[in-house]
């Protein structure tokens, strides 16, 4: 599997994007991201059956992750976006297996390039 994130951009203040990831259905998938000079951070994930979605609080409301496992798609809505949201964002796939670690990056094994979003203020 490889995992390759899309959809990012250069946006302003309030903007909306949608970003892409393509693993396949066998795999829970987590979103995170790394700004300049800092960690990477957990940002949302879903189940494999996406009937469980988990989100950073600092996005939470804002954030919606989903998925099409008919077309092998996983989604990251990004809505009223902040210039706090400027990072390269990751797609990670994992284990199918349910858990309480979807948030923590040892829960991924496979990693995707990731996709820039800027956001102006």
């Known amino acids: 599997v490889q995992l390759q994130a899309s959809g990012g951009g250069l946006v302003q203040t309030g903007a909306s994007l949608r970003l892409s990831c393509a693993p396949s259905h066998d795999y829970s998938v987590g979103w995170f991201r790394q700004a300049p000079g800092k960690e990477r951070d957990f940002v949302a994930a879903?189940?494999?059956?996406?009937?469980?979605?988990y989100y950073a609080d600092s996005v939470k409301g804002r954030f919606t992750i989903s998925r099409d496992n008919a077309k092998n798609a996983v989604y990251l809505q990004m809505n009223s976006l902040k210039p706090e949201d400027t990072a390269v964002y990751y797609c990670?796939?994992?284990?199918?297996?349910?858990?309480?670690?979807?948030?923590?990056?040892?829960?991924?094994?496979?990693w995707g390039q990731g996709t820039l979003v800027t956001v102006s203020s």
């Open positions: 879903i189940r494999w059956d996406s009937r469980g979605m």
């Open positions: 990670a796939a994992g284990p199918k297996n349910s858990g309480h670690n979807y948030n923590t990056e040892n829960r991924y094994y496979i």
